[in-house]
Structures are given as C-alpha cells and as structure tokens.
C-alpha cells in the first residue's frame, strides 16, 4: 500500500536526521542479528525501523513506561522481516494490518475458551509472551522481547514469531501462507510446507527433537512463524537438515541469513519458556 504524499515527505524528514550513536548501540547490544547483517542491509534495518516507530503506537501495560530502548529493540527485529520485501521505507507502508505495540514488563494473561461438558464453556488464563490480533495489536513480553533479540541460535524469538503471523494475517487469514508474487511460488510454498509440517508433526507426536520447535505441528500458522524464526535464528542447520524449507522462506522473504557471515546461527542464546500465539 502506498502513503500518501504528506505522510512520505514526513518520513524524507525524518530519514534525512543522522541516526545517533545512542541508538546504533542499542541496536548493536540487544539485536544480536543486526550485527550479523551486511553493512548495506544495516543501513535499510535503521530507516524501516525509525519509519515503524515514528507510525506505529507503542502502549506500556502492567505498570510498563515504553522507552526508546524498547521500541528499538522491538522495531528493529519487526522490521527484519521485511528487509528483502522491496518495500520502500519513503513510499510503502509497513505492517498495514498494525495499529500498535503492546508491551507488557514480562509473561501476560491470556485468555481460553475451554469446552466443560455438553453445552459448557468457561475461560481459562493462561501465561503467554505474545500474541498477534488480526487488524490488531501485537502484544509483547518486553522480558522475552528483549532476550530474544540478545540471544541468537537457540530458534526462539517471540517478535519474529508474531510478526511472522502480522505477515500471514496480511490475506485475511492465518493459514500459514503468506502474500506470495506468483502462482507459481504459492504452488511451490504449499507443496514444500504442507510436506514439512507433516513431518514436524509427526516429529512432535514421537518426541523427537528438531531444529523447528514443536509448537509449530499445532497449526500451519504456527508452523510458518516457527520455522521464520528458525530460518533466521538457526540458518544454517534449517539449510542443512531442511533445504527445501530454507530455500522456499528465502525466496519469500529474499533474504539469506545462512550467510551473513561467520557465526550466523551459532548456539549462543538461552531457551525460554511459556507460549506465543
């Protein structure tokens, strides 16, 4: 969707500002893929990422105060999704379906339909470190946001997972297909992930431990944002050990973080727990 031209010569203003040192540090401390990136494609991370916090809402929840620290950290790793999608940060609107960031200081409350006997439903809370809402917010755990950018190479990431479904959502719909630009690809994409899914699912009834987490076998659009965050936390092994599912999300989001230089899908990070939706 492209702005309107008000909107673009604001955006010209404020891409034309230097971008400070202040704010590269906190790029280069809490998003640990932003240091793996090539210098060009940095340059792009930093304009996506001021033209996403200057248009998006961001709202603290549970006694939360937003920072500029928070919305770097959290812009930055959203806006890394869309680094190969030929949007231009002067004309293209990001994340369309997106009216605001919530962010809670740590794992929030959900709530759960649950049937109870013929006829009976109650709600259920549950803990949870994200969610995405169609036309809606995304909510965020800052805790988990924020290790999660630190960390790299454990496949866990909640901001890349819900902006995967913000992506997903884009059709109407949480299929785990994304908008794709030909027939031909979505042919290919609903061939290659129907036929790992399957295979996640049948992984996860054994226990059996991949590079994909488990979660993924709960749904397609699950699967999707499981497998955008290990192709971007864990590329080389998904290339490795999964080299159809790695060349179908490079050509969505054409993007090769397999190499992006050495050490790019290292152990280094922690695994987390709780849930993201």
């Excluded at 890394?80 to 990001?94: F, N, S, T, V």
């Excluded at 190479?153 to 908008?179: C, I, Q, R, Y």
């Excluded at 999964?242 to 999300?249: A, G, I, K, V």
């Amino acid at each position: 969707m492209v702005i309107p031209f008000l909107t673009a010569r604001r955006r010209r203003k404020l891409l034309d500002r230097p971008f400070s040192q202040a704010r590269e540090r906190v790029l280069e401390e809490n998003v640990a893929l932003y240091r793996r990136l090539p210098e060009a494609a940095r340059g792009r991370l930093r304009d996506l990422t001021r033209v996403f916090i200057a248009e998006k809402s961001f709202e603290g929840c549970g006694g939360v105060k937003v920072s500029d620290e928070m919305k770097l950290t959290i812009a930055a790793q959203a806006s890394l999704l869309l680094l190969g999608l030929g949007l231009d940060p002067l004309r293209d609107e990001l994340y369309p379906n997106l009216p605001s960031v919530l962010v809670y200081p740590a794992g929030f409350t959900s709530a759960a339909m649950k049937q109870v006997g013929p006829g009976g439903i109650v709600s259920e809370g549950f803990t949870n470190l994200g969610e995405a809402w169609h036309q809606g917010p995304v909510i965020l755990s800052w805790a988990d946001a924020k290790r999660g950018g630190e960390s790299v190479g454990d496949g866990h990431n909640v901001v890349l997972h819900e902006f995967a479904h913000k992506l997903d959502m884009l059709d109407g719909s949480v299929n785990g297909t994304p908008l794709l630009d030909s027939v031909a690809q979505v042919e290919l994409w609903k061939n290659v992930m129907t036929r790992e899914y399957i295979h996640l699912s049948r992984a996860a009834a054994m226990g059996m431990a991949t590079v994909l987490s488990p979660y993924g076998a709960t749904s397609p659009g699950e699967f999707f944002a499981v497998a955008t965050e290990a192709f971007f936390e864990r590329p080389g092994e998904v290339q490795s050990q999964h080299p159809e599912l790695y060349q179908t999300l490079a050509g969505y989001f054409k993007q090769d973080p397999a190499g992006w230089g050495p050490g790019a899908g290292a152990e280094d990070g922690r695994a987390g727990g709780g849930s993201v939706a």
